[in-house]
């Protein structure tokens, strides 16, 4: 027997304002891009930031920041509702975050990681995921100095995912599949 599916229109996918939005209790949970290139993939991570209801963006080094017309192409408006800071350097900013209590969660791929499907948020427990530049990765200073190296496996011939979209599988564990509220 087949589902009478019917995509919904835009007035039933429109969730809250963008004031209620900025209201709404956020997840302990903050995202840092270093140094990544794209305004594409920062505009990406936006989104989904917005979608999960992400604390905030830290943009660190040369990653772009709003107002830019290659973010806002991707983020359709959420580098308006999720908060973002811009800082220069990220390790400097990482070790800050983690001297106030933040468990570092490197997105990388390196020896002795933890398997994303198999990480558990604690609850009272604040994260900072940290997302690295599309050639080079996280900075190694800040592999150095996290709490968790968190790895996506993967089986196919490529060796990588895009910076957006590894962002994108975290925070969606993070924020659906972890105790993180």
């Not at 989104?47 to 943009?59: C, H, S, W």
């Not at 908060?83 to 990388?108: F, N, P, Q, T």
């Amino acid at each position: 027997m087949a589902m009478d599916y019917k995509k919904k229109d835009i007035f039933e996918l429109t969730n809250c304002t963008l004031r209620q939005y900025r209201e709404a209790d956020k997840l302990p949970l903050a995202l840092l891009a270093d140094n990544v290139r794209s305004m594409y993939n920062v505009g990406a991570m936006f989104r989904t930031a917005d979608a999960f209801l992400i604390k905030e963006i830290v943009l660190a080094g040369i990653t772009g920041i709003p107002p830019h017309p290659e973010i806002a192409k991707t983020a359709l408006g959420a580098e308006e509702s999720v908060s973002w800071r811009h800082v220069a350097d990220a390790y400097e900013e990482v070790a800050r975050m983690k001297e106030e209590g933040w468990i570092v969660c490197a997105l990388e791929q390196a020896h002795n990681s933890v398997s994303l499907q198999n990480f558990e948020c604690r609850e009272g427990e604040r994260y900072l995921l940290v997302v690295g530049n599309e050639v080079k990765g996280v900075d190694q200073r800040i592999v150095d100095i996290a709490d968790i190296i968190l790895e996506i496996p993967q089986a196919g011939v490529k060796h990588s995912l895009n910076v957006s979209v590894s962002a994108g599988i975290a925070m969606w564990h993070m924020a659906g599949k972890c105790v993180c509220r």
